[in-house]
T-cell receptor, first 107, second 114 residues
Framework: AQRVTQPEKLLSVFKGAPVELKCNYS??????LFWYVQYSRQRLQLLLRHISRESIKGFTADLNKGETSFHLKKPFAQEEDSAMYYCALSQGGKLIFGQGTELSVKP | NAGVTQTPKFQVLKTGQSMTLQCAQD?????MYWYRQDPGMGLRLIYYSASEGTTDKGEVPNGYNVSRLNKREFSLRLESAAPSQTSVYFC?????????????FGPGTRLLVL
């Protein structure tokens, strides 16, 4: 069955430290993967997607088909990065979300 | 543009009561979705509408019905609310239903069923 797993419920780092939010998936086929973010009191919004291969707000994510992973990385965390992050897999347009990881960046 | 709007923002129901959650989008999108968000479970798809006039079940459809009223509006109905339906409900829309489409989310409706 298709599934997305985010093993960390909460990730706490200090400002300036590197960040890696883990995402593993199970999918038979070529996956389309996304990272969505929900800042406090804001709606869920797209952060980045695999197909675009872009860097948004300093975040990048690389698809590793061998390890079935799509980890989100940022070399230097900022306080404004504190938010809930969801990894999602597109199944014909229907999104399958992971459980979410709350990132807390401390000053 | 308001994007995706949802009403109400918050609702308290008693077990057995019914209610309809409203969703509208002004982006001329063809596809619309309803999700529920529960702690530790992420978002799960309840129902979706690939285009006006069509609706289909998602992962967790039991206890819900939907209506795609027109291209803009997609409502979610709870006929007989149960405490297990206490959740935050999100509506979303996308231009079309495809692997690469970005979904745009509403602000959510927080529902408490007593």
């Amino acid at each position: 069955a298709q599934r997305v797993t985010q093993p960390e419920k909460l990730l706490s780092v200090f400002k300036g430290a590197p960040v890696e939010l883990k995402c593993n998936y199970s999918y038979s086929g070529s996956p389309e993967l996304f990272w969505y973010v929900q800042y406090s009191r804001q709606r869920l919004q797209l952060l980045l997607r695999h197909i675009s291969r872009e860097s948004i707000k300093g975040f990048t994510a690389d698809l590793n088909k061998g390890e079935t992973s799509f980890h989100l990385k940022k070399p230097f965390a900022q306080e404004e990065d504190s938010a809930m992050y969801y990894c999602a897999l597109s199944q014909g347009g229907k999104l399958i979300f992971g459980q979410g990881t709350e990132l807390s960046v401390k000053p | 543009n308001a994007g995706v709007t949802q009403t109400p923002k918050f609702q308290v129901l008693k077990t057995g009561q019914s209610m309809t959650l409203q969703c509208a989008q002004d982006m001329n999108h063809n596809s619309m979705y309803w999700y529920r968000q529960d702690p530790g479970m992420g978002l799960r798809l309840i129902y979706y509408s690939a285009s006006e006039g069509t609706t289909d079940k998602g992962e967790v459809p039991n206890g819900y019905n939907v209506s795609r009223l027109n291209k803009r509006e997609f409502s979610l109905r709870l006929e007989s609310a149960a405490p297990s339906q206490t959740s935050v409900y999100f509506c979303a829309s996308s231009e079309a239903m495809g692997f690469k489409e970005t979904q745009y989310f509403g602000p959510g409706t927080r529902l408490l069923v007593l």
